[in-house]
């Protein structure tokens, strides 16, 4: 009677016990893959707002528009601020570069666009800023650009310009709350420079003297231009009417003074002890480091 019972319990057991270890097995499952199912939707749903916030003309309230200055026209031509960057991008940076790099390109321009509208005080006019490259930042029209690329490459190239603008969407760069004085360069020589030894006034906290290794790649890393003797007069005597120099003078031209990062602080050229800043100016050479 007892094995009877035992097999009977057995029996009992496997006839309602193992159905419901796999149902457990298969609910569990199945809860598993809803969850799985849900977070594809989020994904999707995160992606699909991304993408609606890059179709959507980001709102920077007071800095929203920009009066962009034409030098060459004297137009000015007002537009939102990110569509201004797709030009300053396109025209500041290769499209071939790294799309990290052209990031860092948007931000910085961005930061400098908002810097220089509010601290404009009307250099400008009515307009906030200008499309010279000498004097502000370089700009150019989609229309323009795309006429110096490769047909081939226009399309892969813009594409570029929009994703680094578009990812960097209400960035910009700040010390202490505030907006910094963004400046940029194509190249720094191996070191970048203290703003007091190029502008002069008060330096600026926020920007160092630091190395930057890996230049010497870069194409536009050292350069030359050869200039004569009578040139070197000539343009040194516009600037300086009671300028002259007796070349048979063993040390007619001198460099007296090197800033700590390696450019020319002070130089004697005849009878004037004159910057590397303005030497590079009036002999037309792209940096200090010379």
Known sequence: MRKILIIFSVFIVLTFGIPIIFTKSEVSSIEKKSKQEEIVVENKDDQKKKEEIKKEDYNYKEYNTI????????????????????????????????????????????????????????????????????????????????????????????????????????????????????????????????????????????????????????????????ISKEELKGKIQKKHSNFNINYEEKDCIKVLEYTDAGRVKKIKIGNLNLSGVEVRTLIRIKISKF
């Open 67 to 226: 009066k962009l200055l034409h030098k060459k026209t004297n137009e000015i031509e007002e537009m939102l601020l990110d569509k201004y960057l797709l030009g300053v991008v396109s025209a500041e940076m290769p499209a071939n570069f790294h799309i990290e790099a052209l990031k860092a390109q948007a931000l910085v321009a961005r930061t400098y666009t908002i810097y220089s509208i509010s601290n404009n005080n009307n250099k400008h006019g009515e307009a906030h800023i200008c499309d010279d490259s000498t004097c502000c930042q370089a700009w150019i029209s989609k229309d323009d650009r795309f006429s110096r690329w490769d047909e081939n490459l226009r399309s892969e190239y813009w594409n570029k310009i929009e994703e680094a603008v578009n990812a960097t969407k209400g960035k910009i760069i700040t010390y202490n709350g505030e907006v910094i004085d963004a400046f940029f360069h194509s190249n720094s020589g191996g070191e970048t420079e203290a703003p007091v030894n190029v502008w002069g006034g008060t330096n600026y906290p926020y920007l160092k003297p630091v190395e930057t290794a890996g230049e010497d790649a870069y194409s536009q890393y050292s350069s030359e231009v050869t």
